[in-house]
Structure formats: C-alpha cells, structure tokens
C-alpha cells in the first residue's frame, strides 16, 4: 500500500532551489533532522534545524553525524532569524500553520 508523506514528496523539489551561492540554510520544523541532514550533506552548508519538540531535537542529534549541522529547540516565531540564513525552508511545518 503507498503511503503518502508530504516531506519526502517535496524534499528534491525544494532541493532543486537552493541557490549557488548558498553558506547556511535553516529548516524550521526540522523534526528528526532528516531534510536538514540532505541539505548539509549535498551542499556542504552550514544548517540549523528548529522545532519545539525536545523529544524531536534530542532524536536529530541522535541521528545526525555531520558537524555543521546544530538543532535548536525553539517556537521559530521567536526565534531571531535576521539575516544570517541564504536559504530558508518550513516544509514539514507550514501544513501545522
């Protein structure tokens, strides 16, 4: 039976659009850091995962090797992002909004 998961369907989409000059990205709701591991992994950038849920930030250090990644346990509407970020994405929390 195909099961439908609206993160996996979108992540080579937003992939697709990250720019060239690309240093650090966040992904807000980062969950088990899955998407902001790929976005590392591929474009060896810096990025920071966001999400509310310390259960989720404890699991996507868990799983996550790479250093240039670091996770955050915050309400990303208090988070200040100011202009440090050259690519931003909420894929698995905009549906939530």
Do not use: W
Not at 24 to 50: H, K, Q, Y
């Amino acid at each position: 039976m195909f099961q439908y998961n609206h993160n996996e369907h979108y992540a080579e989409v937003l992939l697709r659009h990250v720019p060239s000059h690309c240093q650090n990205a966040l992904d807000i709701g980062c969950g088990d850091g899955g998407f902001a591991r790929r976005l590392a992994d591929r474009f060896s950038i810096s990025v920071t995962g966001i999400d509310p849920n310390r259960a989720m930030i404890e699991r996507a250090y868990e799983e996550t090797l790479n250093p240039k990644i670091q996770f955050v346990e915050a309400d990303f509407m208090h988070y200040d992002v100011d202009d440090r970020f050259d690519f931003i994405t909420a894929t698995a929390s905009l549906h939530h909004m």
